[in-house]
């Protein structure tokens, strides 16, 4: 599959575009409880050290899709400033971002995140990372009310992003309890992916940018939705398959799903295909041990054995394919721009990080 020709000239088309670090700085200056109250200069100092420790460190996938699909969905000349409030609500997934990871790390006990120390086991952090996650958390609403409430589509964004926060956490819990009790059906796996992922990651960056560019028609947000979800699902297996078979200076980090005993798409596609003696094997090795140690390495050679690797690529090739289709249907009926579908493919496609 060849890459898409895009048509939309798009103005942000760096995560670290001039707009894009602008953007985030007004957060940092909207955040500042102690333009409240004085007497939390002290939150405001520590809230500005959790900011700028976990959130502008990552992709910046989510917060990309927000600004271009509004650039590429606008009817209407974007301004500058647009851009930046933009930018502004593009940041606001990344906090959501940053929030889950600072309590999934706890949860994991994970290391290193993006190349750092994980924020719980940074000096002075520690257990108090808990109530960094709820901090952020609510900065992203009081945020949105300052910059947005006079927008004609301000509460279809709040609820939009409830909404995905609703999704998400029932798909943590999901995720966590299939490793508790070792659940590892593909039915289970796609449920986790829609919930923890597909949402937030590609629909609701995608919705944010329609709302923003007033396209509130509850038709095409779904069809977008739908779309959306099926680039997620591919999003998610590239993302286990990186964690078995990626390089970790790429990725900045170390893949754990072994050794933590993840419902990975591998997982659960070598628990399809293995023997009996495999299938004993891997779940006597699963969930135990470190990263790189002998358990880990006894599962990785099983999926060696059992050729995963080529039932990865074949499997990223279809689903790219079905979802150029898809997006030529959208293009054929003519009832919304495409060009973001398109951009986030080219990203995607075969991607090593």
């Known amino acids: ?83 930046e409030n933009a930018a502004i609500l593009g940041w606001t997934i990344e906090i959501f971002q940053a929030f889950y990871l600072i309590i999934d790390d706890i949860m994991d006990k994970s290391i290193t995140r993006r190349g750092s120390p994980c924020w719980y086991l940074v000096d002075e952090v520690g257990m108090m990372a808990i109530n960094d996650a709820l901090l952020l958390e609510t900065i992203i609403f009081q945020v ?28 943590q819990c999901l995720d966590v309890l299939s490793e508790r009790k070792r659940v590892y059906g593909e039915e289970r796996y796609n449920t986790i992916v829609l919930y923890k992922t597909c949402f937030y990651t590609f629909s609701v960056p995608i919705r944010l940018g329609m709302y923003l560019a007033k396209i509130t028609s509850s038709q095409l947000h779904r069809k977008v939705e739908k779309l959306a979800v099926k680039i997620g699902n591919i999003f998610q297996v590239q993302d286990d398959f990186l964690d078995c078979y990626g390089d970790p200076a790429k990725l900045g980090k170390v893949g754990t799903d072994i050794v933590d005993a993840k419902c990975s798409w591998l997982l659960v596609k070598a628990l399809q295909i293995a023997t009996p003696q495999q299938r004993e094997e891997i779940f006597n090795n699963i969930g135990r041990g470190k990263p790189a140690g002998e358990e880990e390495a006894t599962v990785r050679s099983i999926y060696h054995k059992l050729g995963l690797e080529e039932l ?29 579908f398109k951009l986030t493919v080219n990203k995607l496609y075969r991607r090593q990080k």
């Open 1 to 83: 599959m060849g890459l898409f020709d895009v048509n939309a000239k798009i103005q942000v088309d760096k995560a670290d575009h001039l707009v894009v670090e602008r953007a985030f700085n007004r957060i940092r200056d909207l955040s500042k409880c102690s333009q409240e109250d004085p007497g939390l200069s002290a939150v405001s100092d520590w809230l500005d050290r959790v900011l700028m420790y976990n959130i502008p460190h990552g992709k910046r996938w989510r917060l990309l899709q927000v600004v271009q699909a509004f650039e590429t969905f606008s009817s209407e000349p974007v301004s500058e400033r647009d851009l």
């Open 144 to 171: 949105l009310k300052q910059v947005f409430r006079d927008h004609p589509s301000y509460l279809d964004i709040v609820e939009l992003l409830h909404e995905v926060h609703y999704q998400t956490v029932r798909g």
């Open 312 to 340: 990865f690529r074949t499997y990223e090739e279809s689903s790219f394919e079905e979802i150029r289709k898809d997006i030529a249907t959208l293009d054929s009926d003519g009832e919304i721009n495409t060009d973001i």
